[in-house]
């Protein structure tokens, strides 16, 4: 007889970004059940230790978290690493006892432009292994994320469930969003994001404003560019969503003009989404991200990189019918990803997964989640599992 599940799920994060779980933090918890975050970056914890002793009880309760893995109660974990990392060599017959799902944002699995090359075809095939035979299912968060997958043979189309991002504070916009010349960039303040290109443009149009919001490496360089333009202000590093809905509601516009570095491309795209809304329409480089949450000339603006500048001109000069029908589709599109349209797709995959598949191909144990009929999905269009109707 198979052991009884422990109520909670764990999510073995390589970084942690509890951001990524809301939806699924809100299910569980609707049925008294908790996500609890473990992290993998052993030696990046160990540096903050050193210098912040405070930092040493999240490094002991991580490293003891994968320690006991060998004996611990059986568990639902969720493991979210970048292809081919190592790491798996060693935690993968830790988890073998475990219920075991991968959570991947990762589109290109062919292994040209992973973060972590494989250094011979043995770190290839333990990857395909335990995505094909161990893991009882994969969320990716985009279809690109799937295809991928599937194209490279890591696995079949129907052992891969989409489950976007969400965003779990109730968002809705006002009724206008301030000047319709009015600009917002929240982002990472990296090179990849391209902040620093937008300045030109906003040089050569006094009458248009941006607003940035975000911290990075690039924080004192921009604050010095800003520096000399009237028109282009900080607000300051990341805020909560609560302090950033009021933001995204005074701004007609926000822009991501994401730059692909590499390995890296904008595999989703939070601030969209949450911007979205609230009623301020994206404009965005088509990566792979973005190209799955805004539909061109209906909810927002695309374009190929290096094309933000002309986008910029053509909103401000937008015709006002045509700038409603764009605010009213994203409003409308922003709201399919609240976290509780977002929730039932992990209860999909949990509960269904769950009962026919693992490494040995048992049954296992149901994780007592409800699931009621079918609906149709308002972002991949096909059939969705609706937990709360």
């Known amino acids: 007889m198979a052991s009884k599940l422990n109520p909670d799920v764990f999510v073995l994060h390589e970084f942690g970004a509890p951001t990524h779980y809301l939806a699924l933090s809100f299910l569980l918890a609707r049925h008294e059940r908790r996500v609890l975050f473990r992290e993998l970056n052993f030696l990046a914890q160990v540096r903050h230790a050193l210098t912040n002793p405070r930092k040493i009880a999240k490094l002991v309760l991580n490293v003891c978290f994968v320690l006991s893995l060998r004996v611990r109660r059986k568990s639902t974990v969720v493991v979210a690493m970048a292809p081919c990392n190592r790491k798996l060599r060693w935690l993968r017959s830790r988890l073998s006892r475990h219920r075991v799902f991968y959570h991947t944002s990762h589109v290109d699995w062919s292994g040209l432009n992973w973060v972590y090359p494989p250094a011979s075809r043995d770190d290839v095939e333990t990857w395909r292994k335990w995505l094909s035979e161990d893991c009882a ?3 990716a968060v985009t279809e690109a994320s799937k295809n991928s997958l599937v194209r490279n043979g890591y696995s079949n189309p129907d052992r891969i469930s989409v489950v976007a991002h969400s965003y779990n504070v109730p968002l809705s916009p006002l009724g206008s969003n301030g000047s319709r010349k009015s600009f917002l960039c929240v982002a990472r303040l990296e090179p990849c994001k391209g902040i620093l290109e937008l300045f030109s443009w906003f040089r050569e149009h006094p009458e248009a404003t941006l607003s940035i919001v975000g911290s990075g490496g690039l924080e004192n360089r921009i604050l010095r560019e800003i520096g000399t333009l009237s028109n282009v202000s900080f607000l300051g590093r990341s805020k909560s969503l609560e302090d950033l809905r009021s933001i995204y509601r005074r701004h007609a516009f926000l822009i991501q003009n994401s730059i692909r570095t590499g390995a890296w491309e904008e595999f989703f795209g939070m601030a969209i989404i949450e911007a979205m809304a609230c009623g301020c329409i994206p404009i965005a480089t088509n990566h792979a991200g973005p190209l799955e949450i805004i539909s061109n000339g209906e909810n927002g603006i695309l374009v190929e990189e290096g094309g933000v500048p002309k986008a910029l001109s053509e909103a401000i000069a937008m015709r006002e019918a045509d700038y409603r029908k764009l605010r009213d ?12 349209e977002i929730a039932s797709r992990w209860a999909m995959v949990l509960e269904e997964r769950s009962r026919v598949q693992g490494p040995a191909g048992n049954r296992e144990p149901r994780t007592g989640i409800r ?4 609906r149709k999905d308002p972002i991949t269009g096909g059939a969705k599992q ?3 109707s």
Not at 329 to 340: F, K, M, N, T, V
Not at 371 to 374: K, S, V
Request: proline content about 5%.
């Open 137 to 139: 299912g994969i969320f």
């Open 329 to 340: 589709g994203a409003i409308r599109r922003g709201a399919q990803y609240a976290s509780p």
């Open 371 to 374: 699931l009621a009929t079918a």
């Open 386 to 388: 609706n937990a709360f």
